[in-house]
């Protein structure tokens, strides 16, 4: 049968633009290629601030209504109240170091690299054979013992806090801050690995001992351990590498390691200890940063103040007593070119100084 009559017609809507589409519209600066949506530290943002400033937006600024996501069991998004220090805009903090995701993995290849061949080239001139027994004794007892300290702090301390911050700046300067800690605990782990298969007489067994029950270092055991319970991530970062670094941390590093490995023959461990106190360099670089926009805070500032002495009035005698306990094994080199004394004033004056740079007062406790 032969169809008689046209098929019925299907009616489409036709597509109108309203010049309400994603890209329609054009204002000011839309084609420039230096528009930015935030305000950059300096005259020109850079990649830096690019790539890490407001990636994770925040309903005071952009976001109308609200988080998009939360916790089951609290706030949603960053919340300000997982710490009890204040600041009128956390989204001022810039990380003097610009890390991100580029920088971290180049610069910390660089040091791998730094260290591997360092460990190859004292194999190849057999250096570790030249060392004296008590120098061998010191390094397989204290260098061992401090890499747990620091793997603690990496893995406990500054990993566990890597999200607690308001803003991705301070939470992306608090995971390189990790990853220098447990790649610096890595490298004391394959210097002592070394050691122990180069036929000299070390015992690369008895750190954990040493960590574990020696007097001298059960003080400091306890300050991580402790700092580990913490639960304001700022009062971490303050604890850690403000007080702790400072008295505890740089005391052994810098004032002992560095200041008399060659007199005892020992050129190796000077290049990798090297690299922790780099790594913190650059880790006190943005802590002082960010402790010095908090107590500079025109609305807080004052407040901040009187709650980061609060928290030096703990951690300050702690990390003392720390100190103190250590001062055994500044006599156990052969060669002891420089006194405990001596180095925990450095280490204190030190202290001073940064304190100063932050907008505080040195602590009564720390002339006890």
Not at 20 to 29: R, V, Y
Not at 111 to 128: E, F, G, H, P
Not at 275 to 287: F, I, K, S, V
Request: charged share 25%; hydrophobic share 40%.
């Amino acid at each position: 049968m032969t169809a008689t009559a046209d098929p019925a017609r299907r009616s489409f809507p036709r597509i109108e633009f309203t010049d309400a589409e994603a890209g329609a519209l054009e204002f000011p600066s839309s084609k420039s290629r230096t528009y930015n949506y935030y305000k950059p530290a300096k005259l020109r943002a850079t990649t830096y601030e690019d790539v890490t400033v407001d990636v994770q937006p925040d309903p005071e600024r952009y976001l109308s209504q609200g988080w998009i996501y939360g916790f089951a069991n609290g706030p949603g998004g960053y919340p300000k109240e997982w710490t009890v220090a204040k600041s009128s805009d956390w989204h001022q903090f810039r990380d003097p170091n610009e890390e991100w995701d580029q920088s971290i993995y180049r610069n910390n290849a660089a040091v791998v690299r730094q260290v591997d061949l360092c460990l190859k080239n004292a194999k190849r001139a057999d250096a570790y054979e030249v060392w004296n027994t008590p120098w061998l004794t010191f390094i397989a007892r204290n260098l061992g013992a401090w890499m747990h300290a620091e793997h603690g702090l990496g893995l406990h301390v500054f990993t566990s806090i890597q999200r607690s911050g308001p803003t991705n700046m301070i939470n992306t300067a608090v995971a390189v801050n990790a990853a220098h800690k447990l790649r610096f605990a890595q490298d004391l782990a394959l210097f002592n690995l070394d050691l122990s298969e180069s036929g000299v007489p070390f015992d690369g067994t008895v750190h954990k001992e040493v960590w574990q029950s020696a007097p001298e270092w059960q003080a400091t055991r306890e300050v991580v351990e402790r700092l580990t319970a913490v639960g304001d991530w700022c009062e971490l970062l303050f604890a850690t590498n403000i007080v702790y670094e400072q008295l505890v941390g740089s005391l052994f590093r810098s004032e002992l390691i560095m200041q008399i490995a060659a007199r005892n023959g020992d050129y190796i461990t000077p290049t990798i200890v090297g690299t922790g106190e780099h790594d913190y360099d650059r880790d006190l670089a943005y802590t002082r940063a960010l402790f010095r926009m908090l107590t500079r805070d025109e609305e807080f500032g004052e407040a901040n103040k009187e709650l980061f002495s609060a928290w030096m009035s703990t951690w300050v005698p702690r990390c003392i007593e720390a100190a103190r306990s250590l001062q055994p094994i500044w006599s156990q080199p052969s060669d002891k070119a420089i006194t405990f004394a001596t180095s925990l004033e450095s280490a204190s004056t030190k202290f001073r100084t940064l304190l100063e740079e932050i907008g505080l007062e040195a602590p009564k406790e720390l002339e006890q």
